[in-house]
């Protein structure tokens, strides 16, 4: 009986080593798989290298401008319009001289103006006394006056010299008082209508300038508008 107990605890021995024996090898081979890995990270991507640097840009050549299209003028156009241009697209000076004389007589075509035409001028003194005193002269005058004034005062003096008994005395006292009268009467009609007539002669000059002088500014306006266009068109500036 003491043989088959032996061999019991020698098998529950053989077992209990061969679980150790097992429990080592597990406890090894965890340790190997939680050991961190000695291996070296990627390498970062390089970077991308910097900008290459731009090649310098060709320096700005300056505009040449172009030759005079034509016979340069000795004079500028515009100026003589009253005009101010300004080149707007490098023309020089001698070629803004040559489209400032095309446009200049390109103008006068449409629009029939001269600008050599002079304004009209204005009545000087002596011109607005001379058409008062010709406007006075030509005014209408009454006549008659003492002629009728006697007539009348004749009549009124007649009628008072009855009363006393002497009616021819009384008219020809009436008829001298009347022809005074009457005479006084017509000159100061006649002075207030020779007034009259001076001061509309004055402004009758006065006005016919005036009018003159708006129709040729509307012209001036016309041929500044047609030779701005030409110029506009041109390439430039006019103020």
């Not at 080593?17 to 050991?35: D, F, Q, R």
């Not at 910097?50 to 016979?71: E, I, R, Y």
């Not at 006393?164 to 001298?176: E, K, L, Y």
């Not at 509309?200 to 266009?229: E, H, I, L, P, W």
Request: charged content about 15%.
């Amino acid at each position: 009986m003491a043989l088959p107990s032996l061999s019991i605890v020698r098998r529950f021995q053989l077992v209990g080593l061969l679980c150790i024996a097992t429990w080592i090898l597990s406890s090894v081979g965890c340790k190997k798989s939680e050991t961190p890995s000695t291996a070296q990270p990627a390498a970062a991507p390089a970077q991308p290298a910097a900008n290459p640097a731009q090649p310098a840009s060709a320096p700005t050549q300056p505009v040449t401008p172009a030759a005079p299209t034509g016979p340069v003028p000795s004079f500028s156009a515009a100026n003589k319009a009253g005009l101010f241009v300004a080149a707007a697209k490098g023309q020089s000076h001698d070629q803004q001289l040559i489209d400032e004389s095309d446009c200049y007589n390109l103008a006068q075509q449409q629009t029939g103006v001269s600008p050599d035409t002079p304004p009209p001028q204005a009545p000087t003194s002596a011109d607005i006394q001379a058409a008062q005193s010709q406007a006075a002269d030509s005014a209408p005058q009454q006549k008659g006056g003492r002629a009728k004034g006697a007539a009348r005062g004749a009549v009124g003096g007649a009628v008072i010299g009855g009363i006393s008994g002497n009616a021819g005395t009384g008219a020809a006292v009436g008829a001298g008082v009347g022809t005074v009268r009457g005479g006084r009467q017509q000159r100061k009609a006649n002075a207030a209508t020779k007034e009259q007539a001076a001061a509309q002669g004055g402004a009758q000059v006065q006005q016919q300038y005036q009018n003159q002088k708006a129709a040729y500014d509307q012209q001036m306006s016309t041929f500044k508008r047609a030779f701005s266009a030409c110029m506009d068109a041109r390439g430039y500036s006019v103020k």
